[in-house]
Nanobody
């Protein structure tokens, strides 16, 4: 069993910042990818950012230059992923989900709400 615990969501004004975190625990094995997805009301879930075990990062075009993904490792294995979100915009409002991949296996967090409003 893998547990993903997310934290850091909340409400901010446009231009504000939030930092999301996702900690993996349990029988996680070797995580090959950690990432953040988001889903806004009425829209499909989309990739926000991801980082591989080799530290290769990928960002959605809409967040490039504003969001930064990072991770920490324990015993040479990634276990926690962060998403620093700066200069938040109204359109960033969504439920943000953490996802990890262990080979072909994927696990999702419960989601954390991010609301950007004036």
């Amino acid at each position: 069993q893998v547990q993903l615990v997310e934290s850091g969501g909340g409400s901010v004004q446009p231009g504000g910042s939030l930092r999301l975190s996702c900690a993996a625990s349990g029988s996680i094995g070797i995580i090959t990818l950690m990432g953040w997805y988001r889903q806004a009301p009425g829209k499909e879930r989309e990739l926000v950012a991801s980082v591989t075990s080799g530290d290769s990062v990928n960002y959605a075009d809409s967040v490039k230059g504003r969001f930064t993904i990072s991770s920490i490792s324990r015993d040479n294995a990634k276990t926690t992923v962060y998403l620093q979100m700066d200069n938040l915009k109204l359109e960033d409002t969504a439920v943000y989900y953490c996802k990890i991949k262990r080979g072909i296996l994927a696990s999702w967090g419960q989601g954390t709400q991010v609301t950007v409003s004036s």
